[in-house]
């Protein structure tokens, strides 16, 4: 919780001064009590007081005063509201690698499965587009609110040689770049952007990984990346098994440096997992939210059952 006015907390320090004085005169009261010897007398003399509920009652009013005044400081919460517009570019690895078979049935199924799934948990006001890259990244579809166009696109990736993760963020940001200008030649104000890159092994070929992140800095996109895939994939080529791991260092050190996230999937359910988390983190943002009007009602609440305590046990209103 923050507060937009946060100097009105001083204000505190009244009801707390408030308090004080209460307790000083309830004890100055006892001290009195105490010098008047004849204590049957006195009963006689003084009405008899609410005792311990007197002090209930004085306690309710304060603390409403007490949340009244915090209303007046403008309290406030995040909360989560649907974005209203991004761009997002999915870029998948479909390099011959992603037929190892470390994963169920293959990389390359899950991989199409759970980007399936990402398509249909992204929010539908959001621009989604999509990018392969094996020795080369092209842009298969334009971002766009059709849906259809991007699952059937995944549905007919096909695989090749080589791995060009740098060439993928640079084909990516143009895709971003000539979405952008469009907008703009129609003058409509440019929404946030963000590219989602799974890839299974080591870069081969194509641009290196640094230049892609000074290009994606200097464009201002995120790049969230996804290492997909075990340390035990393999794959048979002519007959030779050769190990094809997962390139984790890099893809978490693109993550880093251009302020997108992180993550791993070893597994279809892992894979489905994080892309929903990624659907989650780009479909919706956090906004803060004025909730004085709880406190003001609060504190209200409080006075008035402090108040009404004080007549039915007191007679008085304090």
Do not use: C
């Not at 000083?24 to 008047?36: E, I, S, T």
């Not at 587009?129 to 696109?153: I, K, N, Y």
């Amino acid at each position: 919780m923050t507060f937009q006015s946060p100097w009105w907390l001083f204000a505190l320090l009244a009801v707390v001064a408030l308090v004080a004085l209460y307790v000083v005169l309830q004890l100055r009261r006892a001290r009195y009590a105490a010098r008047f010897t004849n204590v049957a007398l006195l009963g006689t003399l003084v009405p008899k007081r609410a005792g311990w509920r007197r002090h209930v009652a004085f306690g309710l009013v304060t603390l409403g005063l007490g949340v009244l005044v915090v209303s007046l400081a403008q309290p406030s919460t995040e909360v989560r509201v649907p974005r209203e517009r991004a761009t997002v570019i999915m870029a998948v690895d479909v390099s011959l690698s992603m037929r190892a078979t470390d994963v169920e049935p293959d990389r390359f199924e899950a991989m199409q499965q759970a980007a399936q799934e990402f398509v249909e948990v992204l929010p539908e006001r959001i621009n989604l587009g999509l990018v392969s890259f094996a020795g080369t990244a092209t842009t298969l579809v334009t971002p766009t609110t059709e849906r259809e166009e991007v699952a059937t696109a995944i549905r007919n990736l096909e695989l090749a040689e080589a791995t060009a993760i740098g060439d993928a963020v640079f084909t990516s940001l143009t895709a971003i770049t000539n979405f952008q200008a469009s907008l703009e030649a129609q003058g409509e104000e440019l929404p946030p952007a963000r590219i989602v890159l799974l890839s299974d092994g080591y870069s081969t070929v194509g641009r290196d990984e640094t230049q892609a992140i000074d290009a994606a800095n200097a464009a201002q996109v995120p790049v969230s990346t996804i290492a997909f895939g075990t340390d035990y994939g393999t794959l048979d080529l002519n007959g030779e098994r050769v190990p094809v791991p997962v390139d984790r260092a890099t893809l978490e050190q693109i993550a880093d440096e251009t302020g997108g996230s992180y993550s791993e999937a070893a597994t279809v359910a892992e894979l489905e997992e994080v892309y929903e988390d990624l659907g989650s983190q780009i479909g919706y943002t956090s906004e803060p939210q004025d909730i004085s009007p709880w406190f003001v009602r609060g504190g209200l609440l409080f006075a008035f059952l402090g108040i009404v305590a004080s007549l039915l046990w007191t007679n008085r209103l304090l």
